[in-house]
Nanobody
Framework: QVRLIESGGGLVQAGGSLRLSCIPS????????MGWFRQAPGKDREFVAAIAWGGSETSYDDSVKGRFTISRDDAKNTVYLQMNNLKSEDTAIYYC??????????????WGQGTQVTVAS
């Protein structure tokens, strides 16, 4: 069974940090791009960051550049999203996804259940 399990969400004060983790399982993930998306209440799901297989390329939405860092440890089969200087507008459910290199959600085939991040101002 293919699964992507996110963890690390929670409540943090504005200016604080969180690190999200995603562990995919259930198939060979070789070649897959891993991405993070988020969805705030009443808004569409939006791209946050992506990292290519092997970590050679990364991509970020402008709203998180310089604050968020995506990384992957293929030996541990884990993808991370380090989030620093968090703002209230970062409050959302964060989803891990696996698919093709893109910022478009429809190119990601596999999705996790999401982890809530709440930033208190």
């Amino acid at each position: 069974q293919v699964r992507l399990i996110e963890s690390g969400g929670g409540l943090v004060q504005a200016g604080g940090s969180l690190r999200l983790s995603c562990i995919p399982s259930g198939r060979d993930w070789t070649g897959y791009t891993m991405g993070w998306f988020r969805q705030a209440p009443g808004k569409d799901r939006e791209f946050v960051a992506a990292i290519a297989w092997g970590g050679s390329e990364t991509s970020y939405d402008d709203s998180v550049k310089g604050r968020f860092t995506i990384s992957r440890d293929d030996a541990k089969n884990t993808v991370y999203l380090q989030m620093n200087n968090l703002k209230s507008e970062d409050t959302a459910i964060y989803y891990c996804a696996a698919g093709s290199w893109s910022q478009r959600s429809n190119t990601y085939k596999y999705w996790g259940q999401g982890t809530q991040v709440t930033v208190a101002s």
